[in-house]
């Protein structure tokens, strides 16, 4: 099985200060493993990453909230995710894996913890994508609450699925830029297919995983600032339905980032002030803090 190397030993602080009620919407917590293990089914073996080191890390960066994303290699299993929003459950959310017939009190019990979404992959190296049929049935589901689903998707693959994203019934969330990989260009189909897409009213993204879509990683003055004219295409397109994250601890990726540094990529994404705040404060808030 795979291995995956640890999260940033030593984070540098940043020299950008976030600003109050920032929220990092895109991390994950593995094990312990003596109280959660991991899911025999899983696709890569990562160490642990509990959520006493996120907070540490949270506390160094300056960030006040955090969405925790159900890791694939716990599965199904989302007591890992819900015992560390359980530590801070006004400041922490959570998108959870579910079982295609989960049923409608299970889901009301896991909004009741904090959970305000279901991630459904579509990546063929993390195991067999999701069913289309599954996605809507539980879609339906999920709607009363005010859910949103979110889709581990390639920009590539968008056209493909994009009527069946836009047939549902909630927001769909599209994680990490889509998967626009900067060798590829600004004109590349692939970032005019995620814009385009970004063009509908349930349609949002995460700008997380500068480090996956970079082309010259770390080798450059400012580590993956080689991401930031995707980035400023996106938020030109849709300022009010894109929400960041650091994407700790960062799985599967070709090198390990410094968090501290991704986040001193965020002034250049965008020359005004009140449309970062609405990525790290006010979009987060109304995707995941709804009443």
Not at 240 to 267: A, F, M, Q, S, Y
Request: aromatic share 6%; net charge neutral; glycine share 6%.
């Amino acid at each position: 099985m795979k291995s995956v190397p640890p999260p940033h030993p030593h984070p540098s602080k940043p020299v950008y200060a976030l600003p109050p009620g920032s929220c990092d919407c895109h991390v994950h917590v593995y094990g312990p493993v003596a109280r959660f293990p991991y899911a025999e089914e899983r696709s890569y073996d990562p160490p642990e990453a509990p959520i006493e080191q996120l907070q540490a890390l949270h506390r160094l960066l300056g960030v006040d909230r955090s969405v925790i994303v159900q890791a694939t290699v716990h599965g199904t299993d989302n007591r890992a995710m819900l015992d560390a929003i359980a530590r801070a459950p006004d400041r922490y959310r959570g998108v959870a894996l579910v079982a295609p017939d989960v049923s409608t009190d299970e889901l009301k019990r896991l909004h009741a913890q904090g959970v305000r979404g279901v991630r459904y992959n579509f990546m063929p190296h993390l195991g067999k994508s999701a069913d289309p049929d599954e996605v809507r049935a539980v879609a339906g589901r999920i709607a009363p609450l005010g859910w949103h689903i979110q889709v581990h998707v390639t920009a590539a693959h968008l056209p493909r699925i994009r009527g069946f994203l836009e047939s549902l019934p909630v927001p769909f969330v599209i994680d990490h830029m889509g998967r626009t990989m900067v060798e590829d260009g600004l004109d590349q189909q692939a970032l005019a297919d995620l814009l385009d897409v970004l063009r509908h009213e349930r349609a949002w993204v995460k700008i997380s995983g500068p480090e996956r879509i970079s082309a010259a990683l770390s080798r450059q003055a400012q580590p993956y600032a080689d991401a930031v004219p995707f980035v400023r295409r996106i938020l030109e397109s849709a300022p009010g339905r894109v929400v960041w994250g650091t994407d700790w601890p960062h799985p599967n990726v070709r090198e390990i980032p410094d968090d501290g540094k991704l986040v001193d990529l965020l002034p250049l994404y965008t020359d005004d002030a009140a449309v970062l705040r609405k990525v790290l404060v006010d979009n987060p808030a109304r995707l995941y803090w709804y009443a």
